[in-house]
């Protein structure tokens, strides 16, 4: 794996935010805080270097790049011409097939999340942290309690079928989720 300590990988990696700062610049976050799309990627890539020990810069772009296909107009060949083609095919591991409907991108998810490769589960996982603990401390305010406990069973699918990749990360789902389903429980009405 490589590590981000030359200038030209810290080049790239600051490049890819760049990029996914533009790609996003528009979209918000669902919660109640309505905060700027792109705090996400940033979590999701701090997550793995800080939790998961990641430092290989191809994995760190993909982190800040990996909803760029899904929720942009970016297009594969963009990303392979401004990050190549390592990158490329990381974020297309991670992404949905926005033309399927919601329930059965759920279901894919989970039934391919085995397959992936390394460097994608960890990104799934971190993923999957962030928007727990979104969905619990700052949900979508149209969101009713059964869809974030929902979500919650989901996510922890999604991982399950993730793991053996990180053992930190898989660590700090576990403790995430588990905080979450406690704060959800005390919420709800009795």
Not at 36 to 61: F, K, M, W
Not at 89 to 114: F, G, M, N, T, Y
Request: proline residues 6%.
């Amino acid at each position: 794996m490589r590590s981000p300590d030359s200038g030209s990988e810290m080049e790239e990696i600051f490049s890819a935010l760049r990029f996914a700062a533009d790609k996003h610049r528009s979209q918000f976050r669902k919660g109640e805080e309505v905060s700027p799309y792109i705090n996400h990627p940033i979590e999701v890539a701090e997550l793995l270097v800080r939790v998961g020990g990641v430092t290989d810069a191809s994995l760190l772009q993909a982190a800040i790049l990996h909803d760029t296909l899904e929720d942009t107009e970016t297009t594969a060949h963009e990303l392979d011409a401004a990050f190549g083609p390592a990158v490329r095919r990381l974020v297309e591991e991670v992404s949905d097939d926005k033309s399927l409907p919601k329930a059965e991108r759920k279901r894919l998810q989970i039934e391919h999340s085995p397959g992936l490769s390394t460097a994608a589960r960890q990104i799934k996982i971190a993923d999957k942290i962030c928007n727990v603990r979104d969905v619990t401390s700052k949900p979508p305010r149209d969101w009713p309690m059964t869809r974030r406990v929902e979500y919650l069973a989901w996510a922890e699918r999604v991982v399950a079928a993730c793991r053996g990749v990180n053992p930190k990360l898989e660590e700090e789902f576990d403790e995430v989720l588990a905080e979450a389903q406690v704060r959800l429980a005390t919420e709800r009405p009795v």
